[in-house]
């Protein structure tokens, strides 16, 4: 019962590297979203997907880009990753369109030195 | 100040006891207001969700109300388990696609 999976779970980064946040759903959903969690903060929203072969910005997409690949999907990338992008990256997916995020993966941990 | 409000920020209870978080909101207008649970190093789980319609929801041990007229909701946990101890999030939506505005969470801990 895979649900939704992230990969990698932990990564260290230095400045001005890049990388790219892979998700995958196995629920046949239609939406998938990146939200990013610091500490004192409430998850906010970087990027979603209404569904497969369409992208829209959240609350802070600048320094992101996204994927939509398939409808299983779903990558985020840092072009050139900054210290103040240091935080855990979760992925979540919605059976509906533009719904509210039903299932979350464990989230990856990232370290931007 | 957040127009979501988590409270109190954080909890210890012994296991077998009872407890209730509180969420109150100020924002308008109301769809529905969602409660995860977030056990550390995991992503949140969905415990219930409740529209305006609804004043009470139960998800086993765990049961959400509502009241939409003083925007206030609560998650009453019965019987805790040392299984209980996470962060308990409360996320309110407005609708029509506006943004979700996330609480910033209650921490429980449950002691043996």
């Known amino acids: 019962n895979a649900g939704v999976t992230q990969t990698p779970k932990f990564q260290v980064l230095k400045t001005g590297q890049s990388m790219t946040l892979q998700c995958a759903q196995d629920?046949?959903?239609?939406?998938m979203y990146w939200y990013r969690q610091d500490p004192g903060m409430g998850l906010r929203l970087i990027y979603y997907?209404?569904?497969?072969?369409?992208?829209d910005k959240g609350e802070v997409p600048n320094g992101y880009n996204v994927s939509r690949l398939n409808k299983r999907e779903f990558s985020l990338r840092l072009e050139s990753a900054a210290p103040s992008q240091t935080s855990v990256y979760f992925c979540?997916?919605?059976?509906?369109?533009?719904?509210?995020?039903?299932?979350f993966g464990d989230g990856t941990r990232l370290s931007i030195l | 100040k957040n127009q979501v409000e988590q409270s109190p920020q954080s909890l210890i209870i012994l296991e077998g006891k009872n407890c209730t978080l509180q969420?109150?909101?100020?924002?308008?207008?109301?769809?529905?207001l969602r409660w995860y649970k977030q056990d550390t190093g995991r992503g949140p789980v969905s415990l219930t969700i409740?529209?305006?319609s609804e004043n009470t929801k139960s998800n086993g041990r765990y049961t959400a109300t509502l009241d939409a007229d003083t925007k206030q909701s609560s998650l009453h946990i019965t019987a805790s388990q040392l299984s209980d101890s996470a962060s308990y999030i409360c996320?309110?939506?407005?609708?029509?696609?506006?943004?979700?505005?996330w609480g910033l969470g209650t921490s429980l801990g449950v002691n043996p």
């Open positions: 996320v309110y939506n407005a609708g029509n696609n506006r943004k979700l505005i």
């Open positions: 969420c109150n909101y100020t924002v308008s207008p109301f769809s529905n």
């Open positions: 979540a997916s919605s059976v509906r369109q533009g719904y509210q995020p039903q299932h």
């Open positions: 409740m529209t305006f």
């Open positions: 997907s209404a569904s497969e072969g369409t992208t």
């Open positions: 629920m046949n959903h239609n939406s």
